[in-house]
């Protein structure tokens, strides 16, 4: 008879914290840091905030759960890991395994750019670089530092790769002595990093209001209908933030060890998300109503927000040179950790499935990973005019894989444990060793019938805005 492989055969995790701290380092990322705060200005402060915890709770919760619970199951990766649970459902699988594929470029070419502004902060030129001015042919308008950047063609290429090589390295060490290894020192020192310059920057004349702006809510204009666009926003956002549906925490969910709380992990994770995205916040809010006088435009959406507005603030802090390094290490590490995770997804896959050595399914994924970046660096650059949908190549591999990619994947899982294998599958992952699974009433209610529906409206309200 065939034994059942061991965890310790593909390798694993060594301890709870070990992995609590993976997979909050996979969860802490740009999401957390740039996309929160803007999020949370523009949907009524408070309001927002108040919404996004109750969905982290009941909602998040419940898919992260759901996603570990099957890794630790199985004990495959994603493509082994669906057709385990139900077979007719392996097509699952393999979308689990290209929207990490997929993602991991664009990722690695995004954090890049972040690399970029940390050498630039930490060379003292943070401030020139905030109010350049680039000149664009036969034209009187200019380009700011970052437009000017992305569309050039080598330096962009350059950091990718970097970012990219920085990646693997951990990979290629594995999970205990990669992985878990570097996030149990890297996660404290971003937890540090950001508690200190929250700190710094709340101290500033001013920021007192901002942070009203970002705390209280706001009712003023607030109907129905923007009420409802608010919980999609934070329905969205908590589903990106917390790695949900690229396959990462159910390949994360096969490296924990059998003796550890499930329940008690996911909560952990939770927590440490949830407030790295909420100290963000009191950074980015109130400094930028500081630098802006009030202003709530400043807080504009998308990439000028991180690399446009906030070095123009820094620029203008005092010290804000070694707050604007700060800063960017911080992203850095939120950002290289995410993209380890990606990583790790599908070279576990190409591991399993082709039966490669590690280091092997590193090479292949490194090089398949530089191909399909180089497509979104040169979307920026030379290939500036081409774009599907009136979307750069970047934006659209972001959107195709989030909006819907994603939301299909989750919303499948649903069907597939709620109705087909049902919540005892999971429920019986979540008791091993324990005594009580103390959500499940939540979580079977959350699974059946509120995830789903979270999900379908997460899939049509691009469209329907669009409309
Ligand atoms: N959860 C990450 C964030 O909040 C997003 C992410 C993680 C994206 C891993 C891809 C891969 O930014």
Known sequence: MEEKTKPSSRGGFGSKIGFVLAAAGSAVGLGNIWRFPYLAAKYGGGIFLLIYLIFAITFGFALMLTEIAIGRRTQKSVIGAYKEVDKRFSLLGVLAAVIPALILPYYCVIGGWVLKYMTIFAKGDGEAVSVAEYAINDSDETLTFFEHFIGLLKQPSVFFIIFVLLTSVVVFFGVEKGIEKVSKFLMPVLLVLI?????????LKGAGDGLKYYLLPNFKGFTFSKLLQTIAAACGQL?????????IMI????????EDSLESSVRQIEVFDTLVAFLAGMIIVPAVFVFSGGDETALNKGPGLMFITLPKVFAAMPAGQILGTAFFILVTLAALTSSISLMETVVAVVMEKFKLSRTISCFIVILVTLC???LSVLGYSSWSDFSIFGMQILDLFDFTTNNIMMPILALLTCILIGYTVKTKYIEEEVMYGEKQFRSKLLYSVMIKFICPICMVMILITPFVTEI
């Open 195 to 203: 508690i200190g310059i929250a700190v710094y920057t709340l101290t």
């Open 239 to 247: 589903f990106y933030s917390m790695s949900i549906a690229m396959g």
């Open 251 to 258: 390949t994360y969910g096969s490296y924990m060890r059998k």
């Open 372 to 374: 399909i970046g180089m």
